[in-house]
């Protein structure tokens, strides 16, 4: 009697991806370019489709794109665009002060939720007293509600310090109510 295993074989997946990496250095089987300002990132529209919404229905909706080989990106940056290539091709990304914001606007415009988790989790985690009215815009902007839960949290927590912010005046009014009801706020009184 025979007996049915499914085996699989331990970093195949990593040894594809470093191919994969591997022949877009050297341009090989690339079938499509991407252009941002001026900067050109030989790519493949699978891996780039399988990795992307935006990319997914740009090569699937009979746009002109799906038949160009060469493809300019306006609204991405050159430096964006190589950290979102970058981490479709490696799982990795390096992100700063520098181009957090141009690489948050170009995972949320390609639709890389993966990456645009990693953003997320990045500006959570820098997130402090002098910029948490900054990083509770930029999420209202991109309606990343987790990070605008982090803000607000941090908000509350340090309400008599933030409030004397500048910043602090560009609430929007249903936002500031929603704000100063909360349970959640912690207010100092003086005397």
Same mark, same amino acid.
């Given at each position: 009697?025979?007996?049915?295993?499914?085996?699989?074989?331990?970093?195949?997946?990593?040894?594809?991806?470093?191919?994969?990496?591997?022949?877009?250095?050297?341009?090989?089987?690339?079938?499509?370019?991407?252009?941002?300002?001026?900067?050109? $990132?030989?790519?493949?529209?699978?891996?780039? +489709? +399988?990795?992307?919404?935006?990319?997914?229905?740009?090569?699937?909706?009979?746009?002109?794109?799906?038949?160009?080989?060469?493809?300019?990106?306006?609204?991405?940056?050159?430096?964006?665009?190589?950290?979102?290539?970058?981490?479709?091709?490696?799982?990795?990304?390096?992100?700063?002060?520098?181009?957090?914001?141009?690489?948050?606007?170009? +995972?949320?415009?390609?639709?890389?939720?993966?990456?645009?988790?990693?953003?997320?989790?990045?500006?959570?985690?820098?997130?402090?007293?002098?910029?948490?009215?900054?990083?509770?815009?930029?999420?209202?902007?991109?309606?990343?509600?987790?990070?605008?839960?982090?803000?607000?949290?941090?908000?509350?927590?340090?309400?008599?310090?933030?409030?004397?912010?500048?910043? $602090?005046?560009?609430?929007?009014?249903?936002?500031?109510?929603?704000?100063?009801?909360?349970?959640?706020?912690?207010?100092?009184?003086? $005397?």
């Amino acid at each position: 009697m025979s007996s049915s295993k499914l085996l699989s074989c331990d970093g195949y997946f990593d040894f594809i991806m470093d191919m994969l990496v591997k022949q877009r250095n050297n341009r090989r089987y690339c079938d499509v370019t991407l252009v941002a300002e001026g900067q050109k $990132f030989p790519a493949h529209r699978a891996i780039l +489709a +399988a990795s992307s919404k935006y990319f997914d229905t740009m090569f699937n909706s009979q746009m002109k794109e799906e038949f160009e080989r060469v493809i300019e990106i306006k609204e991405v940056t050159k430096v964006a665009m190589e950290q979102v290539i970058t981490f479709i091709y490696t799982n990795k990304v390096l992100l700063s002060e520098e181009n957090i914001y141009e690489v948050l606007h170009a +995972a949320s415009l390609m639709q890389v939720q993966d990456l645009l988790a990693l953003v997320i989790q990045y500006l959570s985690d820098e997130i402090s007293l002098m910029n948490c009215l900054q990083y509770h815009q930029i999420g209202k902007l991109y309606s990343l509600n987790d990070l605008v839960s982090e803000c607000n949290r941090c908000i509350w927590d340090n309400f008599d310090q933030v409030s004397t912010q500048e910043k $602090f005046l560009d609430i929007d009014e249903v936002e500031m109510e929603n704000l100063i009801s909360s349970n959640e706020l912690m207010v100092t009184q003086y $005397f």
